[in-house]
Nanobody, 126 residues
Framework: QVQLIESGGGLVQAGGSLRLSCAASGGTFSRNAMGWFRQAPGKEREFVAAIDWSGRSKFYADSVKGRYTISRDNAKNTVYLQMNSLKPEDTAVYYC???????????????????WGQGTQVTVSS
């Protein structure tokens, strides 16, 4: 059974940093694109960042570009999201997602992802 487990969320002051991790189990995702999404209260889930299977192709939402960095360690079956210069508007539940098809480019739409974690809360205080 495939599981994606996020960790690293928490409460941080504006301007601070957090590093989210997403560990995959029950399958090998070293050949699969993975992404991060977030959902704030009362809002729809939105794309944050995505990375292809090799780690060479990355995409970011405009709202996080220059502040967030997505990376992966295929040996550990883990993807990371380094978040710097956090703002109160970054407050949301952050979800990790993985595509089921191998060797595809990273997708920006949630509909392209087949596996989802349960999310980790990130709260940025002003």
């Amino acid at each position: 059974q495939v599981q994606l487990i996020e960790s690293g969320g928490g409460l941080v002051q504006a301007g601070g940093s957090l590093r989210l991790s997403c560990a995959a189990s029950g399958g090998t995702f070293s050949r699969n694109a993975m992404g991060w999404f977030r959902q704030a209260p009362g809002k729809e889930r939105e794309f944050v960042a995505a990375i292809d299977w090799s780690g060479r192709s990355k995409f970011y939402a405009d709202s996080v570009k220059g502040r967030y960095t997505i990376s992966r360690d295929n040996a550990k079956n883990t993807v990371y999201l380094q978040m710097n210069s956090l703002k109160p508007e970054d407050t949301a539940v952050y979800y990790c997602a993985a595509e089921a098809s191998a060797f595809r480019g990273p997708a920006l739409s949630a509909r392209e992802y087949d596996y989802w974690g349960q999310g980790t809360q990130v709260t940025v205080s002003s």
